[in-house]
């Protein structure tokens, strides 16, 4: 072994020592056929050539224009004949936009890219744009994870569904894209791809590299599922999708005065009840749980039966505080005060008398000042301006 000279070595070690041999193309023969095989594994995976026009995402977009000036290149025709099995070099252009006669900056726009300029980039191999769009791309179809602390998003979920049905909240669509822009805040629901979303967060603004503003959002959906997406990113998607609606602010319409509507009562109550259950949870919580519920009889005569109606937690209770009310609807009252108190809906489940299970509804860990603040504001009108802030326990707007 030690006799060996260096390929001798090599060759008992079987290493193949022949030298490689540099490639032959040029730097812009390399870029056509890489671009090329970006075509290819398109036309592999849809079955058919990129096609230009709204209709396509911003990859597709990019490479039927990619496709179009490999056509008119001689030398590309020669190059990649033997890349080229299913024949998209001889088809026809179907482009509705001469891009030749386009500059760079219209030819983004005609792409839906939003940049102000690639300077000093061949527009052929797009390099910089694509980069451009596969960070906003990522950005639009951001994976959704599980939703790990969904139930306490749930009950709002569940309200705005109701709200919807009652005519409480509407679904509107957008006027235009800036708008949409402007209706993503904290707080705001919106329809999007068939389902209800819901800004959960909005992180710290911050300005883009093209002077806009935008901002980190967490955006929770009613499947149980959420996304981390950015401002910008959600608004596009708003704008793209037909059947987009932001769901409005409640609207609590003639609960007092005006004409009667249905479901209207001539006289009633808003009670406030406080269960006498012996379960532990209750009894350690008593002062803070709450049930309200709205009548048009006696609040005596309602809760009469209480130690038998799971509704009750099948225990006696007493009335802490009444609201008497005229002429007001009681589904939408009611649905106000779920709107209002579902993040901090009693989560318990007791069994009945026949031993099936019973998840009360009406049951809330809410103080009973903020209770009686809420009745006030839901009569001045205010109410529509606030939410209920768990963490302090508040009613702020």
């Excluded at 730097?27 to 056929?33: N, S, V």
């Excluded at 597709?60 to 025709?77: G, I, S």
Aim: hydrophobic fraction near 40%; glycine fraction near 8%; aromatic fraction near 6%.
């Amino acid at each position: 072994m030690a006799d060996l000279d260096d390929d001798e070595l090599l060759d008992a070690l079987g290493v193949d020592a022949t030298p490689i041999k540099a490639s032959s193309r040029t730097p812009r023969e390399e870029r056509i056929i890489a671009g090329f095989e970006d075509i290819l594994r398109f036309h592999q995976t849809h079955g058919r050539a990129p096609q230009h026009g709204e209709g396509g995402d911003i990859f597709e977009r990019l490479y039927a224009v990619r496709l179009d000036q490999l056509r008119k290149l001689p030398e590309a025709h020669a190059l990649l004949a033997g890349l080229d099995a299913p024949g998209l070099l001889a088809g026809a252009s179907v482009a509705s936009t001469d891009v030749d006669a386009l500059d760079e900056d219209a030819l983004l726009a005609e792409l839906g890219v939003d940049v102000p300029s690639v300077d000093g980039q061949d527009i052929r191999v797009l390099k910089h744009v694509r980069s451009i769009a596969e960070k906003r791309l990522a950005e639009e179809i951001a994976n959704r994870e599980k939703c790990v602390d969904f139930a306490q998003f749930e009950p709002l979920f569940d309200a705005v569904r109701s709200e919807l049905k009652s005519g409480i909240r509407q679904g509107r669509s957008f006027q235009s894209k800036e708008k949409a822009l402007d209706d993503i805040v904290l707080g705001a629901y919106f329809i999007i791809g068939g389902q209800i979303a819901y800004i959960a967060e909005v992180g710290e603004e911050f300005t883009t590299e093209y002077g806009r503003r935008d901002s980190r959002l967490r955006v929770v959906f009613d499947n149980g599922t959420e996304a981390s997406v950015l401002m910008r990113s959600l608004q596009r998607s708003l704008h793209r999708d037909d059947g987009a609606r932001l769901i409005s602010d409640p609207e609590a319409g003639p609960l007092f005065g005006g004409p009667p509507e249905e479901g209207d009562i001539a006289s009633g109550t808003i009670y406030v009840l406080r269960s006498l259950s012996n379960l532990p949870f209750v009894a350690e919580h008593r002062q803070l749980i709450h049930k309200i519920g709205v009548t048009g009889g006696k609040v005596e005569s309602r809760i009469a039966a209480a130690k038998n109606d799971a509704t009750y937690l099948l225990s006696d209770v007493e009335v802490v505080a009444t609201y008497k009310l005229h002429n007001m609807n009681r589904v939408k009252l009611e649905n106000i005060f779920h709107r209002l108190f579902g993040a901090a809906r009693l989560d318990l489940t007791i069994e009945d008398r026949f031993g099936q299970p019973v998840k009360p509804q009406e049951w809330f860990l809410v103080r009973l000042d903020v209770i009686d603040e809420a009745v006030q504001r839901i009569q001045d009108g205010s109410i529509t301006r606030m939410h209920y802030d768990v963490a302090s326990g508040r009613l702020v707007e």
